[in-house]
T-cell receptor, first 115, second 111 residues
Framework: KAGVTQTPRYLIKTRGQQVTLSCSPISGHRSVSWYQQTPGQGLQFLFEYFSETQRNKGNFPGRFSGRQFSNSRSEMNVSTLELGDSALYLC??????????????FGPGTRLTVL | GENVEQHPSTLSVQEGDSAVIKCTYSDSASNYFPWYKQELGKRPQLIIDIRSNVGEKKDQRIAVTLNKTAKHFSLHITETQPEDSAVYFCAAPGRDDKIIFGKGTRLHILP
């Protein structure tokens, strides 16, 4: 099976702009989670989608949003970008009941730089 | 609040020696505890996990132990090798099905 893929791999934006990141999970996986990774902060949970429904959300402002399509592909959107949004954004997919009980398979990440 | 604390943040061990990384969690209902390894420039990958119905699990040089009473679990790597150098993350489910990661341990294997 093909692994988790993310596009684009790199993005450079300026403050105030918005960005959309895409994630294609492993075939058959219904759960997709998103994380923000920054040095010193580890992996911070953004949200998890399961069968097109947002299952839960981390402690991020409303500028961060996401969705999942019927084919389990997921997108996340960040509006009104701030310098502090510069990070590696990772998505991960899981089979079964999702991240709480099953292995997460991570994508390569999208490196977002906000200038 | 819910939290997963991971220690130490950095660990250096001589090649061939053992390394131990410890995590504590707060939600007593947690029942799944994975460990992920992230090599420089690469994505995190699962190396071992344990569920709450067992106290220890081994896979070759890697083992994980779980103490549900004390709410902590540990990663043990024996006979360390240069390729073990990486950042290791523990994780545990919190309330509302959120998966919470520790802040990571950077492991250096010294020649």
């Amino acid at each position: 099976k093909a692994g988790v893929t993310q596009t684009p791999r790199y993005l450079i934006k300026t403050r105030g702009q918005q960005v959309t990141l895409s994630c294609s999970p492993i075939s058959g996986h219904r759960s997709v989670s998103w994380y923000q990774q920054t040095p010193g902060q580890g992996l911070q949970f953004l949200f998890e989608y399961f069968s097109e429904t947002q299952r839960n959300k981390g402690n991020f402002p409303g500028r961060f949003s996401g969705r999942q399509f019927s084919n389990s592909r997921s997108e996340m959107n960040v509006s009104t970008l701030e310098l502090g949004d510069s990070a590696l954004y990772l998505c991960a997919s899981s089979s079964g009941q999702g991240a709480r009980t099953d292995t997460q398979y991570f994508g390569p990440g999208t490196r977002l730089t906000v200038l | 609040g819910e939290n997963v604390e991971q220690h130490p943040s950095t660990l250096s061990v001589q090649e061939g020696d053992s390394a131990v990384i410890k995590c504590t969690y707060s939600d007593s209902a947690s029942n799944y505890f994975p460990w992920y390894k992230q090599e420089l420039g690469k994505r995190p990958q699962l190396i071992i996990d344990i569920r709450s119905n067992v106290g220890e699990k081994k896979d070759q040089r890697i083992a994980v132990t779980l103490n549900k009473t004390a709410k902590h679990f540990s990663l043990h790597i024996t006979e360390t090798q240069p390729e073990d150098s990486a950042v290791y993350f523990c994780a545990a489910p919190g309330r509302d099905d959120k998966i919470i990661f520790g802040k990571g341990t950077r492991l250096h294997i010294l020649p």
